[in-house]
């Protein structure tokens, strides 16, 4: 199968049509069919054909490859023709009927039914699944031994895990706490299962070379380093494995591809000796993930790593679209504008889950208003881009249209910067993708893996040899400037570059996902409301109370979370229940479809009442309530709307009493998160001084828009953080 066969089959567009028919229904479906969309799993299928996608099957297999992918398309069509149909007469048995075709098409490429349910189930970003059992994959047949440098290549599994390895912003260096291998996240082993299945259906050949620490070549005195990187640094790799094979200290390198949240388990599996990824927020992802194992303290969570290249993150649009950026400013920040404007513009890019350049895209666009705006504003901007965007496998043969802007890395323009569509470098910011090195714990006290190791270190960084797997793969250095042989006027965008924005931490990660994938939303929410008179005013920016916007966004919350997520709602005054300060109008519970359909009745009875506030003493009880309905493995948001005061409560808690409260039954293992929303320009210190021992925030509001973007925010990964 050739790859213009291959790249042009039908089943990539009709993929991409089905996701976009599944937002507009989702926009127009009322109450009651909201579980049904639910069942319409197309995040889980959307991993599986990227995964599919990453890797071309041989010629010998075109028959059955063909065959696989034509049946795909078949079913995936057929999805996407019924939310059509849903679209035009609003038939709930239509959305039933897409549900069941991409079931099919998931029960198609053969992963088990405990597969799909640890997939379903899957862990919020950053936390350790359950154990699944799963049939480990036939171990391989033995392969020849090489001539010259291997170059062995596992389909890239862009499909999978929570975040992928480690980092701070050191050099690398020895250490004995490194990446561990040992560590599994059974949900993208599940995943890339069901891939690699696929795959060998396909005749195509996976090489997962050799095992353990052992540095020996087959006794030609050579030493053999796996090497685990991206597609886009392949290129790179492959400029200077010669001249490491014949040098003196005959390294030879065996490169396996594997690019985003599915990478972390392929360097597991391979036991590799060195990860490239590309960028640095997959590393800073797994440091996180590793520093709440093993506590912040611990020498194990301080990992490193080391930028070895770099590429910037640019615009193509049409004529006309480039002149509209520029009229808005130039940069991220116009851009952002014109996402959120009342004629918003639809962003393309790749896949954040299996790129790491459409990672980078969409958290530097929540990047552009994070800073001067905060992270409410970023998750709201993130949740615009969301609803118009568009995913494609090579964004500048896409086809944008004419209101569409490509955000795609200067590495994939090659030698051609071309006027269709036009590129503009972004004035304002840069955002940059940072390939990254990272060396694993395996082999690291073999004197002869850790010399290779610096071999092919010092070729990727120092002197003529870097400067020419730098432009192999058409990437700038670490600090954004071209290799020295380049000719800037005709194959790069050029010279100069704006600042750089940082690397993106593990919450604007957890932003992105949360954003573009329900099964990241999982978590258990407690929604705690004010209901004192005072919040019967309106808030600016609006004729609406804050208990009225607060209702709207709390059955807005209910459909952005999976339905194996938990929601429950309190209200708060005076000794609204004998002596207890809140009233459970709504109880915890799994967004269940009878759930969801009985919530807007129940959020009515959230209505200002003439009663004290009694803030303290809620605050204190809802933390304890979510200690006590915690869940292994699933995070627990408590968020408390109030006008900030504390009255009118005879024998209220003071604000000392409340800290002692928090601090006697504060647990640093449970994942629980504690945020109060305030109204209001009242200053916070005091309350923000009481959350102390539970690490909880106090968030200022002042708008409408406030309201809203905070439940983004919280849909997004939660307030707190």
């Known amino acids: 199968m050739n790859q213009v066969e291959f790249e042009g089959h039908s089943l990539w567009s009709a993929v991409n049509e089905l996701r976009e028919n599944l937002v507009r229904a989702d926009q127009v479906a009322g109450p009651e069919q909201w579980h049904v969309l639910d069942q319409v799993r197309f995040d889980q299928l959307q991993y599986v054909i990227n995964g599919i996608r990453a890797r071309r099957p041989p010629p010998e297999a075109r028959a059955a490859a063909v065959e696989t992918l034509d049946r795909l398309h078949g079913i995936v069509s057929a999805g996407a023709n019924e939310l059509r149909e849903f679209l035009t007469d609003r038939a709930t048995y239509h959305l039933a ?22 997939r379903r189930v899957g ?34 599994a862009a499909v999978g895990t929570a975040a992928a390895a480690s980092g701070s912003h050191g050099g690398p260096h020895p250490r004995s706490h490194a990446r561990h291998a040992k560590r599994t996240h059974t949900r993208g082993v599940a995943i890339a299962i069901a891939v690699l299945v696929f795959m060998a259906g396909l005749g195509t050949v996976v090489a997962f070379g050799a095992t353990g620490g052992d540095s020996s070549d087959g006794g030609s005195g050579c030493t053999s380093l796996r090497v685990v990187t991206t597609a886009s640094y392949r290129p790179a790799l492959d400029a200077v494995a010669d001249d490491l094979a014949n040098g003196d200290g005959c390294v030879r390198l065996d490169v396996t591809v594997a690019d985003g949240r599915g990478a972390e388990s392929i360097v597991d599996q391979q036991q590799a000796h060195v990860w490239i990824a590309d960028d640095a927020s997959w590393l800073e992802q797994y440091e996180a993930e590793e520093a709440e194992e093993y506590g912040e303290d611990s020498d194990e969570a301080d990992l490193s790593y080391l930028s070895l290249a770099s590429s910037p993150v640019l615009f193509a649009s049409s004529p006309a679209m480039a002149a509209s950026i520029q009229q808005a400013g130039g940069g991220w920040g116009g851009l952002a504008a014109l996402v959120e404007s009342d004629q918003p513009v639809p962003i393309v890019t790749r896949d954040p889950a299996s790129t790491g350049d459409g990672l980078a895209a969409l958290g530097g666009l929540g990047d552009a208003v994070w800073d001067s705006q905060g992270m409410d504003a970023s998750a709201l901007l993130l949740a615009d881009a969301y609803r118009l965007h568009r995913t494609a496998p090579d964004v500048l043969t896409s086809g944008l249209a004419a209101g569409e802007v490509g955000l795609v890395p200067e590495y994939v323009l090659g030698t051609n910067v071309s006027d269709d569509p036009v590129i503009t470098t972004p004035e304002d910011r840069t955002v940059l993708m940072r390939y990254s090195w990272y060396e694993t714990e395996t082999g690291a006290t073999d004197p002869a893996i850790k010399a290779a190791r610096a071999q092919l270190l010092a070729a990727l960084t120092k002197g003529s040899s870097a400067d020419a797997a730098r432009e192999a793969a058409h990437l700038r250095d670490a600090q954004g400037a071209l290799p020295e042989m380049s000719d800037a006027d005709d194959t790069w965008v050029g010279q100069q570059l704006p600042p750089a924005n940082p690397v993106m931490d593990a919450h604007k990660v957890d932003h992105v996902f949360a954003t573009w994938y329900a099964a990241d939303r999982l978590a258990d929410v407690l929604v705690v409301v004010d209901v004192s008179g005072s919040m019967a005013a309106p808030v600016p920016g609006s004729n609406r109370s804050l208990t009225d916007l607060v209702q709207q966004n709390v059955a807005h919350l209910a459909r952005q979370l999976p339905s194996d997520a938990r929601l429950g709602v309190w209200g708060f005054g005076s000794h609204l229940d004998g002596a207890r300060d809140y009233v459970i109008v709504d109880q915890l519970q799994p967004l269940t479809p009878d759930h969801r359909r009985s919530l807007p009745q129940k959020l009515s009875r959230l209505e200002p009442r003439d009663t004290g506030t ?17 869940q292994p493995d699933v995070p627990f948001h408590v968020m408390v709307f109030t006008d900030g005061l504390n009255q009118d409560d005879p024998d209220a808690r003071t604000a000392d009493e409340l800290r002692e409260g928090l601090a006697e039954i504060a647990d640093p293992d449970a994942d629980v998160g504690v945020t109060v929303v305030q109204v209001g320009d009242r200053s916070t210190s005091r309350l923000a001084n009481a959350l102390e021992p539970i690490a909880g925030e106090v968030v200022t509001i002042d708008s409408a828009d406030d309201v809203v973007a905070s439940f983004i925010h919280l849909a997004a990964g939660g307030l707190h953080g």
Do not use: I, M
């Open 614 to 630: 009694g803030l303290y003493d809620t605050v204190l009880a809802a933390y304890q309530s979510a200690l006590d309905d915690a």
């Open 123 to 156: 862990p919020y970003p950053g936390r350790q699944p359950p154990p699944v059992a799963t049939k480990p994959p036939p171990e391989p047949e033995p392969q020849p031994e090489p001539v010259a440098t291997t170059a062995q290549s596992a389909p890239q």
């Open 97 to 118: 009927k897409a549900a069941r075709l991409v079931d099919e098409a998931l029960n198609l490429v053969g992963p088990t039914q405990q597969q799909r349910q640890a």
